[in-house]
């Protein structure tokens, strides 16, 4: 699959691979909301499946979908997920640790460049990914200001450096109990028992001490894993955080 663009960042020094799947201006005239999905080398073909499933079906709103890569798939060399998918460092991974870097190009040099390219709704701004990329969904929603409104969140890596992210919404629900945004939290049924754990871990972590203004909706999906999920899980979250009735 081509770039529609590439995009250097000043914060983390890579430059990235931009993919896009645009509305039909004639039939969908902007502005579109707009969602950045993660692992775009590997994963955007899932989510552009997913959204063309939800649309003719009529569940889901016109969407610019973006997937953002680096021209380079999984356990390449040029490939940073291990590096911008991860908000604190951890052994497994020497360069980790560089999500904050990796969401300021985001929105701050991404954003603003779909800006100039397309009739993007500025209002609702949808960040989506799965597994590793979807750790990156987590950290982005549990800031005191999150910039995306709209987070997609498939088979999140809560494990990673001992369940950090948990002590991470723990810190900020001690220092604020509002969050004004939208989470789509899902997992495969036949994921490993330490990612549906781990999920649930983070569900109830949620429910016992709620954010004031944050909806969360949650599906698992029987029969299916962390590897076969992807359509399912980009179809269905798509489809609740922006339902066609949104138009």
Avoid: C
């Avoid at 663009?5 to 201006?25: C, K, M, N, R």
């Amino acid at each position: 699959m081509k770039p529609a663009f590439t995009l250097t960042s000043p914060e983390t020094g890579t430059e990235y691979w931009i993919y896009v799947e645009s509305p039909d201006a004639t039939s969908a005239p902007g502005p579109w909301p707009a969602v950045l999905f993660m692992d775009g080398d590997d994963q955007f073909k899932a989510a552009v499946a997913g959204y063309r499933e939800a649309r003719t079906a009529g569940t889901v709103a016109p969407l610019l979908l973006v997937g953002v890569g680096y021209g380079a798939s999984y356990m390449k060399p040029a490939n940073r997920r291990g590096r911008d998918y991860t908000p604190v460092r951890h052994s497994d991974e020497p360069s980790s640790g560089g999500a904050d870097a990796f969401l300021q190009f985001l929105s701050l040099a991404l954003w603003p460049e779909l800006g100039r390219r397309f009739p993007i709704d500025a209002t609702r701004r949808g960040v989506a990914g799965h597994s590793l990329g979807s750790l990156l969904v987590l950290h982005a929603l549990f800031q005191p200001q999150p910039f995306f409104t709209h987070h997609l969140a498939s088979a999140p890596s809560i494990w990673w450096a001992d369940r950090a992210m948990l002590r991470q919404v723990e810190k900020l629900r001690a220092t604020q109990s509002a969050l004004p945004a939208q989470l789509f939290l899902s997992i495969g049924e036949e994921d490993s028992e330490s990612m549906t754990g781990d999920l649930s871990l983070l569900e109830k972590q949620l429910m016992a001490e709620p954010f004031s203004g944050l909806t969360i909706r949650s599906r698992r999906f029987p029969r299916l894993n962390h590897f076969n999920v992807l359509p399912a899980a980009f179809t269905a979250g798509l489809s609740a955080l922006w339902p066609a009735s949104l138009r």
